[in-house]
């Protein structure tokens, strides 16, 4: 799989998660990536960007200030740190990565987080 994320599990209100997602078979740097999360009955909605060369594209208004994106092009790794959790976080998070000139795209299996007391 080209994108395969962990880190997810059951945390406390209040409580941090880290993501990661690895990525194999594509020439990562080209690549801007991104966390998208689909609550049950709900959309998939996009969390955070951050393009090839490591600049932050955009956060979700709900996650600034908590969530933190960054990448690892050397170990062609994409990270979600996720401080000061809500249960409305509570989501499975996907990895995607998204070819800016070229639009070729690939997503992760995805990895649940669940936050409750």
């Known amino acids: 799989a080209p994108l395969v994320e962990s880190g997810g599990g059951l945390v406390q209100p209040g409580g941090s998660l880290r993501l990661s997602c690895a990525a194999s078979?594509?020439?990562?740097?080209?690549?801007?990536m991104s966390w998208y999360r689909q609550a049950p009955g709900k959309e998939r909605e996009l969390v955070a960007t951050?393009?090839?060369?490591?600049?932050?594209?955009n956060y979700l208004d709900s996650v600034k200030g908590r969530f933190t994106i960054s990448r690892d092009n050397a170990k062609e790794m994409v990270f979600l740190q996720m401080n000061s959790l809500k249960s409305e976080d509570t989501a499975v998070y996907f990895c995607?990565?998204?070819?800016?000139?070229?639009?070729?795209?690939?997503w992760g299996q995805g990895t649940q987080v669940t936050v409750s007391s």
């Open positions: 951050i393009a090839t060369a490591g600049y932050t594209l």
């Open positions: 995607h990565a998204h070819h800016p000139l070229l639009a070729y795209t690939y």
């Open positions: 078979g594509f020439t990562f740097i080209n690549y801007d």
